[in-house]
């Protein structure tokens, strides 16, 4: 289908508008008692069976965070959070976990469905196409999918089709049982426990997340991807994510996460830790749509998230794609630390906000191997009342030598009541570096919008076109059944913005 | 004259020369021609002393002189010119200034006067208008937003200001029209004579309907494979690279 | 308390002696600026690396130096070089010094005339150097033209004579120019190579409507100097503040610039290059604030680096909801000669107005090899291709200034750079 006629169905197809994963699951839920303190830590860790080191683990953490103050320095504000007026455990109560599928509450299976996520493994990504329509024949890639209801992992599918190529798909606790030199090896690595206060706060209490592991030299067969639902009143999800990609292996995993509709804020502080070894390559897609609040920004998620990759090994590659439409504030930077020589990170962002949403987004890459390389396409789209900034920091030691860095940053600005912001850092200490940084912002052309306008679009399909248009170079790095996603999101983010 | 014996050179631990002997005699004009990727630019660089070329074997000499051991600027004082391929752009550097620097540059290093600005001026002029040019060219930044073809010309406006013996012109009929062609010719043409040589490197035969060489060779993979008159030029154009070099 | 508050101790203390002696203790305006530094000082002390303006710049040796006021003026002019201009307004360390000096119409001594400028003094707004400036200064240039007045080319030379002890002065210079006035002002400042001292100049500037202010200053401070120098400027419709500014000298030097486009079409241009060798280093710091539609700004800033030393740019560029068509560009490219150099940048945009077209660039790199191997197979010796691509690099910085005595001052500090710093 040409891109224009795609679009304009895409824009028509979100006519009837609102955040449609508003909606809430009832279901029979477990709760840890409300509140923060040293007992719900270990409570959290009982529930898991933990063991002793990785409550130690906790217990650090949660000693560091009651020093740590939390960060004011985003051009993001809200109100104080308290933090002892939150729930950090709530499950589901059937026994959720690692199972067969047909185990699963069947309430849960309609809810992923509603979502169209089904929890089927002959299934492709719902939403696109007719699902149930068997891999082979689509010419599709089937998608392996772990499913976090809350604060637990109630499925993961296509496990046994993986584990045929050594491959480890689950959820991190369950990895905590099952592998626990690799979790141990590698939990904090990449986000040490003390790094900033919301993943020093995930360090002590998070719950659940998916765990990766591709060993050497094996090529992850499909897309692995998690599902984040957030859908208890009062809680907050702290879930934790680890990627481990050993000498000459691939693996693309997507995420994706939603919310039900409500008037109050609720937090989300997950940690990602990804690890790429010699000529390791992990590509990792965010579409994140959480809550973003209503028109008159009441409720929405508090998205404060760390992600971090270390490419440790030679010619490793870390690629963040992400295209963020949700939330009633962000404040994430998902970053690269180019440690082995020739190494490559990559950072793609749409970042969308409308109403009272703000968004405090970029990325950090730091170059410290030889001949490390690194891009940054960045595209803020700011509407309505809101605030849109891209924070990046390029930091180029003196060993680095021979590494390039390349950054462009576009703001586009729909009103005149909305911000947009670029605040780039750049630290070089290396003479045979370059590093190359370029931000425009603009609005909408008036002549752009006529001529669409002219060939007779509405106002609100030609912003639709014009968008799509100006964040093209970030969805074409999507996984194709994710980019058509991303598309009518974007078009529905922006939905009475114009006109 | 120049030769060149058994060179081999690497690029990245990639073998790109694979042991080129070539002669080119003082007063000739020869031709090397090649598909892409054969090493023709590699072999033009090699010889203007481009960094980041590894020369693992053979020798190159310069009437008699150790070609490969000199800096570039030395090669240039030593009358070796290279005509780039991409000439790159210098902003802030006035091309005046600049050819009058370069000039100056190598009569210095050859022990001869510099030449003060009102002389170069004149001298400048004077050539520029031989090959119908310009003298905004001299007012400009060196090649700064100049054209393909404004680029190529300027390439031969310091080729006929320097006035070496030997002259390498790596490519420079791509991207050319007719009447650019004809300019380029006519400026190496006008170089002609007992004292001067020349390697025209190219991929096309069209070029050298303009500028007839004594001798043609056919680079392949990093060689020379065939080596004739200039009617193999002819029959390269005819029969393409694949069977006139297994000819 | 900390080695950063306690820097600022000492000015503090010689302040609450010197109250009641310094110029304007009997103007109640003036008195109240003095004592709201001197509390903005207090509470802050000199900025540390804290402070997110200061994270690249650290003040720690000015704390460490110890400086001390010059309580008289200094006996002995040092050898001036000749005048450049028909009208040149000398200082000596900090203090306007009339013998030496060719003053032009409505310029005066700012010591001599509070109580006329004292309404043209802004408050330090949280500014600590500020803030040290409006407790401390004893001198400056008060400069006011009247309406429609072209003052052509004025020099000023700001000299340091001073050297057995580290001395401290902080002149502050009042410029008004009235509607449709015109004015260029080349200002150079020199210092003795070993001398440690701190010059801490601060600049109240309004242009009028349609009023012209072009400010060229050449900082070519010793060696061993600090300079942190503040300039707000207030530019009415129609107005243009057009300041370059080459930091060459010193061992620690913050250029800060605030420009705020008050009126529609008011302009303003912040050029600069900085020349940073061995053991130096410098930081320009600028704020554009666009408050008024139709607006346009230009910035372009270079640095060259060479030995171990340090340079950084921070410019931010504010966008007022009013301030609808705003055009700004603003480029900052850094070029590293060493291996031992660090350069840092944050360019900033925030906007909050939609017809706009804004944007920035930065690149920061070493010589580019392909223009280098160029050069040299025309046959130009390495040495000499590396100082043309430095010279040409400086060149687009520099060639936005065309008047003729602001060009001989430049040239003057730049030539030879490349051969004393860095070949």
């Not at chain 1, 971090?308 to 690629?319: E, L, P």
């Not at chain 3, 008050?262 to 600069?272: L, Q, T």
């Not at chain 3, 070029?335 to 077209?357: C, H, N, T």
Request: with cysteine; proline share 5%.
């Amino acid at each position: 289908m040409p891109a224009v006629a795609e679009t304009i169905e895409t824009v028509q197809s979100v006519q009837e508008g609102g955040y449609k994963w508003g909606f809430e699951t009832d279901i029979e839920m477990e709760f840890a008692p409300k509140g923060l303190n040293e007992d719900i830590v270990r409570f959290i860790s009982k529930k898991k069976n933990e063991p002793e080191w990785l409550l130690e683990w906790r217990l650090k953490a949660f000693a560091l965070w009651q020093k740590m103050e939390e960060p004011n320095w985003a051009a993001v504000s809200y109100p104080k959070i308290d933090y002892q007026d939150a729930y950090y455990y709530a499950a589901p109560v059937k026994k959720a976990g690692p199972k067969s599928l047909d185990e699963v509450d069947p309430e849960l299976l309609k809810t992923y469905a509603k979502l169209g996520i089904p929890l089927k493994e002959q299934a492709i990504l719902a939403g696109v196409e007719g699902a149930g329509e068997s891999p082979a024949d689509s010419g599709r890639m089937p998608v392996a999918v772990d499913a976090v209801f809350d604060s637990v992992s109630v499925a993961t599918t296509f496990r046994d089709e993986l584990s045929k190529h050594g491959i480890i798909f689950c959820s991190i606790s369950e990895a905590v049982q099952e592998h626990p030199e690799l979790v141990r090896e590698y939990l904090g690595s990449v986000v040490p426990q003390g790094d900033n206060y919301f993943a020093c706060l995930n360090s002590a209490v998070f719950t659940d997340g998916s765990f990766v592991y591709i060993p050497k030299g094996v090529r992850c067969p499909m897309e692995l991807s998690t599902y984040f639902r957030i859908n208890a009143k009062s809680t907050g999800q702290f879930e934790r994510t680890l990627i481990i990609a050993d000498a000459g292996s691939h693996v693309s995993y997507l995420e994706g996460c939603t919310a039900p509709q409500r008037d109050e804020n609720q937090l989300h502080a997950a940690v990602v830790e990804l690890v790429a070894m010699d000529d390791a390559t992990i590509k990792y897609s965010t579409v994140q749509n959480w809550y973003p609040g209503d028109a008159d920004g009441k409720g929405g998620i508090y998205n404060f998230v760390t992600k971090r990759g270390a490419c440790r090994g030679a010619r490793s590659k870390i690629s963040w794609t992400q295209v963020e439409t949700g939330s009633a504030v962000t404040w994430k930077y998902p970053s690269c630390i180019l440690l082995g020589d020739d190494s490559v990170g990559e950072f793609y962002s749409v970042a969308v906000t409308n109403n009272f949403q703000q968004a405090d987004t970029g990325t950090k890459m730091f170059h410290i191997g030889r001949n490390t390389k690194s891009t940054i396409v960045s595209k803020g789209i700011s509407a309505g009342r809101s605030q849109n900034t891209y924070r990046g920091l390029v930091k180029i030691s003196p060993k680095a030598k021979g590494a390039r860095n390349f950054t462009q940053c576009d703001s586009l600005l729909i009103g005149d009541q909305c911000g947009a912001h670029t605040v780039p850092y750049i630290e070089n200490r290396c003479i045979t570096a370059k590093v190359e940084h370029e931000a425009t912002t603009s609005r909408i052309a008036e002549d752009q919008l006529f001529y669409c306008r002219a060939r007779g679009l509405n106002e609100e399909e030609a912003v639709g076109l014009i968008v799509n248009g100006f964040c093209r170079e970030v969805l074409k790095e999507l996984p194709m059944e994710f980019a058509v996603e991303a598309q009518k999101l974007l078009a529905i983010s922006l939905e009475g913005s114009v006109g | 004259m120049l030769r060149i014996e058994g060179l081999t050179a690497e690029i990245e631990g990639k073998q790109i020369l694979k042991g080129i002997d070539l002669e080119v005699p003082k007063g000739e004009i020869h031709a090397i021609m090649g598909p892409n990727g054969s090493g023709k630019s590699t072999l033009s660089y090699v010889l203007s002393g481009r960094e980041g070329y590894d020369i693992t074997g053979g020798s190159v000499t310069w009437n008699g002189q150790d070609l490969l051991a000199m800096e570039p600027e030395e090669r240039a004082a030593a009358g070796l010119f290279l005509a780039f391929q991409y000439p790159v752009e210098l902003p802030g550097v006035g091309n005046a200034n600049f050819l009058r620097t370069a000039l100056n540059a190598q009569r210095r290093a050859r022990g001869e006067k510099e030449v003060d600005a009102m002389a170069f001026l004149k001298l400048a002029r004077e050539k520029l208008k031989k090959l119908h040019m310009s003298d905004e060219m001299l007012k400009r930044n060196v090649n700064v937003g100049f054209s393909g073809g404004e680029k190529k010309r300027n390439e031969v406006l310091q080729m006929a200001l320097m006035n070496p013996s030997m002259a390498i012109l790596d490519e420079t009929d791509s991207g050319l029209d007719i009447d650019a062609l004809r300019i380029v010719s006519e400026g190496v043409n006008a170089l002609r004579g007992p004292d001067f040589s020349s390697l025209v490197i190219t991929h096309y035969q069209r070029l050298l309907n303009y500028i007839v060489p004594d001798r043609v060779h056919v680079l392949m993979d990093g060689r020379i494979v065939r080596s004739g008159g200039k009617e193999l030029a002819e029959e390269l154009e005819a029969q393409g690279y694949g069977q006139a070099s297994a000819a | 308390m900390n080695a950063v508050t306690a820097g600022a101790g000492g000015f503090i203390s010689r302040f609450e002696g010197l109250r009641d002696r310094l110029p304007g203790a009997e103007l109640e305006q003036v008195r109240a600026l003095r004592e709201e530094g001197a509390a903005t000082l207090r509470e802050k002390g000199l900025p540390g690396r804290r402070v997110e303006e200061w994270r690249y710049t650290d003040l720690a040796p000015v704390a460490q130096a110890q400086f001390t006021e010059a309580l008289t003026a200094v006996g002995e002019a040092p050898a001036l070089p000749a005048p450049r201009a028909p009208h040149r307004v000398v200082f000596l360390d900090g203090r306007l010094a009339e013998h030496l000096s060719q003053l032009p119409p409505h310029a005066a001594p700012l010591s001599a005339r509070l109580e006329a400028a004292q309404d043209l003094l802004a408050a330090d707004h949280g500014m600590p150097l500020v803030g040290l400036n409006a407790m401390m200064f004893e001198d400056g240039l008060f400069l006011d033209l009247p309406e429609g007045r072209d003052a052509g080319t004025i020099e000023v030379l700001n000299i340091a004579a001073h050297a057995e002890r580290p001395i401290a002065f902080h002149p502050r210079h009042v410029i008004r120019l009235a509607p449709g006035a015109q004015l260029t002002l080349v200002e150079t400042s020199t210092g003795p190579a070993g001398a440690t001292y701190l010059h801490n100049p601060v600049y109240d500037i309004r242009v009028a409507e349609g009023a012209t202010f072009t400010h060229v200053r050449v900082q070519r401070e010793g060696r061993s100097a600090f300079q942190l120098s503040t300039i707000r400027a207030r530019v009415a419709a129609g107005g243009t503040y057009d300041n370059f500014t080459l930091n060459a000298g010193g061992r620690l030097v913050r250029n800060e610039i605030h420009v705020t486009l008050e009126g529609p079409k008011a302009a303003a241009h912040m050029n600069g290059a900085q020349l940073v060798a061995d053991g130096q280093h410098a930081d320009t710091t600028t704020f554009l604030d666009h408050a008024a539609p139709d607006c346009p700004s230009r910035q372009t800033v270079k640095t060259v680096l060479a030995g171990k030393s340090r340079g950084v740019f921070q410019g931010k560029i504010l966008v007022r909801q009013v301030a609808q068509r705003t055009d700004g560009y603003q480029m900052n490219q850094a070029l590293l000669l060493s291996e031992e150099a660090e350069i840092d940048a944050k360019p900033q945009l925030e906007i909050y107005a939609d017809d706009v077209r804004c944007s920035h660039g930065a690149t920061v790199g070493a010589l580019d090899p392909e223009q280098l191997f160029y050069l040299r197979a025309r046959g130009i010796p390495a040495e000499e291709a590396r100082a043309i691509l430095v010279q040409a690099f400086l060149t687009e910085a520099v060639e936005g200034v065309t008047d003729p005595i602001a060009q001989a001052a430049l040239e003057e500090a730049v030539s030879g750079w490349w051969e004393r710093e860095a070949a």
